[in-house]
Structure formats: C-alpha cells, structure tokens
T-cell receptor, first 114, second 113 residues
C-alpha cells in the first residue's frame, strides 16, 4: 500500500528549461511534505519542504506547490541545470507521529541535458 | 563538522547469516533513524531511536533489531538474512528540531547471496 507515489520514474529536460516533478499521496493525516535529492553513492539530501497550511514554498530556483484537495504536490526547478541531474524523492510525514517517520515515494530520476 | 558516517560501505553475506551495520550521528544529534532502500524504491522506515530509547518502528520482521549507545551511535542488526534483505541501508541523524533537520549518511550496501 503505497501512501506516497511518484508515477514518473524518469524525466529529461533541456538545460535552462523548467523541470516539474510530481508526487501524489493518499493519507490525509500527512501534514508536512519534503523533497530530497540523491546522487549516486550519497545519502538523500534535504531540498525543500512545505507545511499543509501553505500551498507554495519557494527557495531560490526551487518551488514546491501543494494541492491538498487533490493530495498532490509538485517540485518546480527553474532554470534547470546539469548539476540538478539526480534522483528526487518526495516524502510525507504526520507531525503528530513522535518518531518523525518519513514516508517516501519511489523517486524520479531527473536528467538535465546541456 | 563531520556528517553522518556509516560502516561498512559495502557488505556481502549469504542467506541465513547475521549482519551488523553501524552509524555515527552528527555531533550533538541525539536521534538516529534507520531506513531500507531496495533498488527502484524509496527508503522505507525501519527504526528511530532518541536518547537510547526506541521511538518508532516500521513494518519489519523481528529479524531486524537496533540499539543506540550512550554516545548516540547506533547499530542495526539483521538475523537470518534473506535474499530480499539486499538493499541500501540508510542512517539519518537529527530531526528532533523538525523534519527538515534529518541528515542522511551515505548508506551501507548489503548484498545477500
């Protein structure tokens, strides 16, 4: 039972263009969402997050949008750079859970072509 | 400052054997979480420890166990290894100040033959 889904295993984008990565969730108890970036042979690195009380959070080239009614979030990267090529994981959390257990999607591999 | 360190980097075991993976959190962090990442999937939560107490456990069999030591380092033990235990095992430290503050180590790649 996948509570967090990333339906696109891969995405290829031209350098300078926008990359849009999507994520859907099923558990309405999730109230905080995070995006992680993972390079080979490294652990996931936190990128950006959003609380369920917001619908948008921006940090430089990265913006996350949350549509609670659709249980959908997306990560926008503008402009995309070759160094952004990595696997991106969406994760969700129920802040009432004292373990801060992250529930991850299966990831989307982003390739930014020069 | 050193990040989260994990040892060993790679490990090959055979079915039925036992394995111990180690994690040292970032200095000052009192919380350690363990995740299993099977190829092609996202990380899956196994355990969290805070101040040497188990604070959370994922949907894993009793073959998986963990502990945290007084210096906040942690060990993950897996008994009676199965082929399906082959995965990248990730340790994360911190997080008690908020979900954004969990930092992952590079992982231990376990192969079970």
């Amino acid at each position: 039972d996948q509570q967090v889904k990333q339906n696109s295993p891969s995405l290829s984008v031209q350098e300078g263009r926008i990359s849009i990565l999507n994520c859907d969730y099923t558990n309405s108890m999730f109230d905080y969402f995070l995006w992680y970036k993972k390079y080979p042979a490294e652990g996931p690195t936190f990128l950006i997050s959003i609380s369920s009380i917001k619908d948008k959070n921006e940090d430089g080239r990265f913006t996350v949008f949350l549509n609670k009614s659709a249980k959908h979030l997306s990560l926008h990267i503008v402009p995309s750079q070759p160094g952004d090529s990595a696997v991106y994981f969406c994760a969700a959390i129920n802040l009432m859970d004292s373990s801060y257990k992250l529930i991850f999607g299966s990831g989307t591999r982003l390739l930014v072509r020069p | 400052d050193a990040g989260v360190t994990q040892s060993p980097t790679h490990l090959i075991k055979t079915r039925g054997q036992q394995v111990t993976l180690r994690c040292s959190p970032i200095s000052g962090h009192k919380s350690v979480s363990w995740y299993q990442q099977v190829l092609g999937q996202g990380p899956q939560f196994i355990f969290q420890y805070y101040e040497k107490e188990e604070r959370g456990r994922g949907n894993f069999p009793d073959r998986f166990s963990a502990r945290q030591f007084p210096n906040y380092s942690s060990e993950l033990n897996v008994n009676a290894l199965l082929l399906g235990d082959s995965a990248l095992y990730l340790c994360a430290s911190g997080g008690w100040e908020g979900p954004d503050t969990q930092y992952f180590g590079p992982g231990t790649r376990l192969t079970v033959l």
